[in-house]
């Protein structure tokens, strides 16, 4: 079965530095396009970085853009984003996505807590 685990979490003052990692399993890696989402208490969860099957490909949402760099292993069936600069208002539960399978269907990794704060 397909399984995404998160890795990573961390409390950083504002400014500072982290890796996250999502380690993939249960499906062929290097045929999907990966992203990562967050969600803040109180909020919707919301796309923050597509990387395509080659990493040839991605996208970020706006309010990270500059800041975060999404990658992928594919030896490694891994995905990483590395975020940079972080505010206060990055603080929330990152999770791993894909989107896998015909039809498709979105997969979750459990999420992962980044607190941002001094």
């Known amino acids: 079965q397909v399984q995404l685990v998160e890795s990573g979490r961390g409390l950083v003052q504002p400014g500072g530095s982290l890796r996250l990692s999502c380690a993939a399993s249960?499906?062929?890696?290097?045929?999907?396009?990966m992203n990562w989402y967050r969600q803040a208490p109180g909020k919707e969860r919301e796309l923050v970085a597509t990387?395509?099957?080659?990493?040839?490909?991605?996208n970020y949402a706006g309010f990270v853009k500059g800041r975060f760099t999404i990658s992928r292993d594919n030896g490694k069936n891994t995905v990483f984003l590395q975020m940079n600069s972080l505010k206060p208002e990055d603080t929330a539960v990152y999770y791993c996505?894909?989107?896998?399978?015909?039809?498709?269907?979105?997969?979750w990794g459990q999420g992962t807590q980044v607190t941002v704060s001094s």
């Open positions: 996505n894909a989107n896998v399978g015909r039809p498709r269907i979105d997969y």
């Open positions: 249960g499906f062929t890696f290097t045929s999907y396009a």
């Open positions: 990387i395509g099957r080659t990493a040839v490909f991605t």
